[in-house]
T-cell receptor, first 114, second 114 residues
């Protein structure tokens, strides 16, 4: 079955380390998105990509980086510049122009700084 | 700016009672509208969507929503809530113009009393 897979489900990071969250989809979707979720703050867009080798900053891109070398993959790196990285991270994908189908979400990665 | 508002941050209902979660949007034209549900520690799952036609749409898990253009609303309803419906619910919209992205409300957390 087609879907979107995020790994790992839980991730622990020491202060000053970079970590990379994986997001893979086999839905043949053009667009992919990364959101950060904190209690009571809803979904905040970090980065999005609507086509391979191109991506755009969202509302809270500082301290994060992404790449989109393959259509299926959109990894997110949380750098040491991100001051408060502990959060739940969600990846999503969609058809770029057929947005009436909505987004498909992964099951999330919970990142904790220790 | 285009926005989606969910006025209720937290709602508590008794099991078996009816439920209505509110969602308002601020778009000039009729947007594409979506409701998603998120169980704790999970990703978002699409409940239902509307983009044209019958203003009352049926979704999964016994949910329905009604689009009311005059009130710029897309409220989610369920006649009889089950304990398993306890989750967070997100309303989302796409304006039909500009970048192909959804705008999400901040979510309503539903608690169910046995």
């Amino acid at each position: 079955d087609g879907g979107i897979t995020q790994s790992p489900k839980y991730l622990f990071r020491k202060e000053g380390q970079n970590v990379t969250l994986s997001c893979e989809q086999n839905l043949n979707h053009d667009a992919m998105y990364w959101y950060r979720q904190d209690p009571g703050q809803g979904l905040r867009l970090i980065y999005y990509s609507q086509i391979v080798n191109d991506f755009q900053k969202g509302d809270i891109a500082e301290g994060y980086s992404v790449s989109r070398e393959k259509k299926e993959s959109f990894p997110l790196t949380v750098t040491s510049a991100q001051k408060n990285p502990t959060a739940f991270y969600l990846c999503a994908s969609s058809m770029r122009t057929e947005i009436y189908y909505g987004y498909t979400f992964g099951s999330g990665t919970r990142l904790t700084v220790v | 700016a285009q926005s989606v508002t969910q006025p209720d941050i937290h709602i508590t209902v008794s099991e078996g009672a009816s439920l209505e979660l509110r969602c308002n949007y601020s778009y000039g034209a009729t947007p594409y509208l979506f409701w998603y549900v998120q169980s704790p520690g999970q990703g978002l799952q699409l409940l239902l969507k509307y983009f044209s036609g019958d203003t009352l749409v049926q979704g999964i898990k016994g949910f329905e929503a009604e689009f009311k253009r005059s009130q710029s609303s897309f409220n989610l309803r369920k006649p009889s809530v089950h304990w398993s419906d306890a989750a967070e619910y997100f309303c989302a919209a796409y304006s039909g113009a500009g970048s192909y992205q959804l705008t999400f409300g901040k979510g309503t957390k539903l608690s169910v009393i046995p």
